[in-house]
């Protein structure tokens, strides 16, 4: 049993510093300062209209995704959770700070934009090899790769698209960089996924149930 325990707390740990990278790149990607990422055009709309902190309208939207998901019946999982609540909070901790400074030139601003889409690239395959599921927005990237078949990369950057028009609809930020994440989000998770072999066909499909059923008689 000890071992299973420690096995499950490796995967914990893998997930929760894959979401953390995740976060970082998505605030490196708001800290360019050349118009926020699709997904964050639209929770800035969201925010606005609803009077919320971009960090509370990501958790606000992925509830929302994680039940669409549900009626999809799509597999949702501990990692699909954490990624819900973690990554909003995540950003709403770090956004503040000047850990990550604000850009106010362009050159500077494109340079952080494409560091932050690899950066979040990146935490995607970590947090997402640790087998707990996808989360709320990779969820759908996942539903739509195994759906039509098509490069990872290709639909990500269709459902960018699709949320970006959406988000500005709303009042969300939109700019330069907004463009440059719609074209490069695909490349990154693509060349990212590409050089690290990473493939989401072969994602463990674990619901949230059967997590806390196998943590349940581990601790038996």
């Known amino acids: 049993m000890i071992d299973a325990l420690y096995r499950e707390s490796l995967r914990i740990a893998r997930l929760l510093f894959g979401l953390l990278v995740f976060s970082v790149g998505v605030v490196m990607t708001l800290k360019a300062n050349l118009g ?5 055009v ?26 669409t998901a549900v ?24 956004l503040p700070r000047d850990l990550i400074p604000l ?11 494409i560091c932050g889409l690899f950066t979040l690239a990146l935490g995607t ?50 700019g330069i960089g907004t463009v440059i994440s719609v074209f490069g989000i695909g490349v990154a998770v693509q060349t990212v996924f590409s050089f690290l072999r990473f493939d989401v066909k072969t994602i463990p499909r674990e619901s949230f149930y059967e997590t806390f059923m196998r943590f349940r008689n581990m601790l038996r």
């Open 42 to 67: 639209f929770h800035h709309g969201v925010g606005l209209h609803l009077g919320l902190t971009i960090g509370t309208a990501t958790v606000l939207v992925s509830f929302v995704i994680i039940l």
């Open 125 to 174: 395959v970590i947090y997402l090899g640790a087998g707990y599921g996808a989360g709320p927005r990779d969820t759908f990237m996942v539903i739509i790769t195994k759906l039509t078949g098509k490069p990872v990369g290709l639909c990500r950057s269709c459902i960018e698209g699709m949320v970006l028009f959406t988000g500005w609809l709303l009042g969300g930020y939109a």
């Open 103 to 113: 850009m106010e030139s362009f050159v500077p601003g494109v340079a952080m934009m």
């Open 71 to 94: 009626l999809m019946k799509e597999y949702v999982g501990f990692g699909t959770i954490c990624n819900m609540i973690f990554v909003g909070a995540f950003v709403d901790i770090l």
């Open 36 to 40: 926020y990422s699709p997904w964050f």
